[in-house]
């Protein structure tokens, strides 16, 4: 796949644009529109719209880093909150929480951040708060998946704000899979927010708010020690 490729997943949304619009071309036709102010008002728009969705649904090729210790980014975007958090329902431990916010002009692709095994663990329903909100961690509509490996583990939140259409986990949602760093994982609509949860004693968090981050590629934290 080259730089630029894009998901076939936006197909339909192409389709339902040009269909609006060519419907909007026919009730204007009916009205007297001359074909010169129908392009402006109907052509322009849909190809405008079309171009956006092309852009928006880019999947480029990433290069994870080859140090072994490296944690990566899961989303393209800007690092919103850095805390320190309890997660119990899964990690059972004191956590970093890095929060990243993906805009609509961000690639929405999400990556794993670690090699390891990779568990969906479901979709949970909540609010549509606006995702730079920092409660939208705690509240709103989320899909989330455990990665796993011998030496560390991460939580990933893929998590739904008001203009988000969905959030997909694309690996098998009935069993693990064992995924690469920077293997690509599923994917955000139309912005959202990337939660990731680390365990607080075994890694550096190197990430801090307002970085600009890039999924599969950008180092966010690394296993103390050096134990991968």
Request: proline fraction near 6%.
């Amino acid at each position: 796949m080259n730089s630029l490729a894009i998901r076939p997943e936006v197909l339909p949304f192409v389709a339902a644009t040009l269909l609006a619009f060519g419907l909007l071309a026919v009730i204007l036709r009916r009205k007297d529109w001359r074909w010169t102010r129908l392009s402006w008002a109907c052509a322009v728009p849909a190809c405008v719209g079309v171009a956006y969705l092309c852009y928006f649904f880019r999947d480029p090729e990433r290069t994870p880093p080859r140090d072994p210790d490296a944690i990566v980014a899961g989303a393209d975007g800007t690092v919103a909150a850095v805390a320190n958090v309890y997660e119990g329902g899964y990690m059972g431990t004191n956590c970093v929480r890095i929060s990243i916010f993906l805009s609509l002009f961000d690639v929405h692709v999400n990556r794993a951040p670690i090699s390891g095994k990779s568990t969906f663990l479901g979709y949970f329903p909540g609010k549509r708060l606006f995702t730079f909100q920092e409660k939208s961690s705690e509240v709103n509509q989320h899909n989330k998946i455990l990665i796993e490996d011998e030496h560390t583990r991460c939580l990933v939140n893929q998590i739904v704000g008001p203009v988000t259409r969905r959030v997909v986990y694309w690996l098998p949602h009935d069993q693990t899979t064992q995924v690469a760093m920077g293997e690509r994982i599923g994917m955000m609509k139309f912005g959202s927010r990337l939660d990731i949860y680390l365990p607080a004693d075994s890694v550096d968090v190197v990430a801090r708010p307002g970085d600009t981050v890039r999924a599969g590629e950008t180092i966010i934290a690394r296993v103390k020690g050096g134990t991968r």
